[in-house]
DNA sequence: TCTGGGGTCCTAGGACCC
DNA sequence: TCTGGGGTCCTAGGACCC
């Protein structure tokens, strides 16, 4: 059996960790630049305020039910959504507990005897509630798809579950994916569920009576086919081991206002570079390719329906020698970025994408270039070193800028109460 | 006026090899 | 009239996830 447990509307919950008198109230979370709604409370969903729609759209509802409203604080949620997984691996172990996302994990359960599973399932939930704070659901199944059905259910019907909710026999089994549309399965985005639609395939009870080859030939081949034998029970998505490296790192912003110059630009993209480049190092690898791309501004009234983004420009290029060093990606960023700017546009979006990452130690050298890597990489041991220390940034390449007017909106932000000394919450 | 920021995996098709 | 049969590697793009 595998286990999925989430966290419920995770950075609503962070948020209302430090303001208890938020508790049942409704509260929505912000996309950066405070442009979408991104997280919902129980409330404000039930207020009909929708996921990922643009902020400026709910502001009437959320000013008129007066919800509490929060740019997203990402080192807060960071930080709390290690203190629960720290609690997953030390209740069951290191090795059974995969970090799927910031709020989600699965627990891989084959070593845990059926009859004990139930009581797991709900240690790990109020275990987790009592020493973070943060309320989970959890999920169990024969397969992991099949355990994102039962952790849906879960949470749909928290009174009648306790959101704990265990599919431990066929039959059980059978009346979930009865009452589970296919749209809501792991797996069944947008453009599929509308072909099943087409098909008449309603419920994921339906779907999984389908034929393997029928799968492969709809729902993107051996994809569907996974996703069609996790459907029926069979075990066809593995475990992650931890500690897999990242394959593409990206650093990528909208700008809180338009951007016209050249030299905005380059800050931002140096700026991005950077940063990219310190998750690479904090995975000790190197990239040897490097992507910058830049989206204009979309021309006005030429949008329908839905929301479509402006023309995106990119370019790449491979470096002789793979590196994690700030200093020489960004050279090669703002070579990019010139080539890529057009005199008299607008942009309102760039980004950095670091690929061909390989770990630090195997380094394929090139025979007629020196290798400086060692100096390169002790000078960014030392930048990074100051950084965590003291604060974000607080050494940074020229090129990145001072004045930094292209910076995203955050007019909501909560502080950062549970990783910086002078933003501790405090009791009066 | 105003619409996020990361990631993954897979496939098709082209260039090239013998 | 008639023009093979394997391979590999790479890239772009499409689908999905939270």
Known sequence: MFAIVDCNSFYCSCERLFRPALEGQPVVVLSNNDGCIIARSDEAKSLGIDMGIPYFMAKPLIEKYKVATFSSNYNLYGNLSWRVMETLRTLIGQQYVEVYSVDEAFIDLRHIPPSQIMALAKKIKTTVEMWTGIK????????????????????????????????????????????????????????????????????????????????????????????????QGNPSIEMQTPLICKQMIATTRMFGKPVNSLQHIKEAVATYTARAAEKLRRQYSVAKAITVFIVQQQPANSYSGRYKHGPSLSASTTLTIATSSSGLLIKQALLLAEQLYQEGSSYKKAGVILGHIVPNDSIQCNLFVANNHTVHSKLMQAVDNINFAMRNDIVKFAASGTERNWKMQQNFISPRYTTRWHELCLVH
């Open 136 to 231: 989970v659901s959890v999920g169990v199944a024969p397969t992991k798809v099949l355990s994102k059905v039962a952790n849906r259910l879960a949470k749909k019907h928290k009174e009648a579950t306790s959101c704990v909710l265990v599919l431990d026999t066929p039959n059980k089994i059978m009346q979930a994916l009865e009452r589970t549309p296919v749209a809501d399965i792991w797996g069944i985005g947008r453009q599929y569920a509308q072909k099943l639609l087409a098909n008449n395939i309603l419920t994921a009870h339906q779907l999984s009576k389908q034929t393997l080859m029928w799968a492969h030939k709809h729902l993107g081949g051996v994809v569907g086919v996974r996703l069609l034998r996790e459907l």
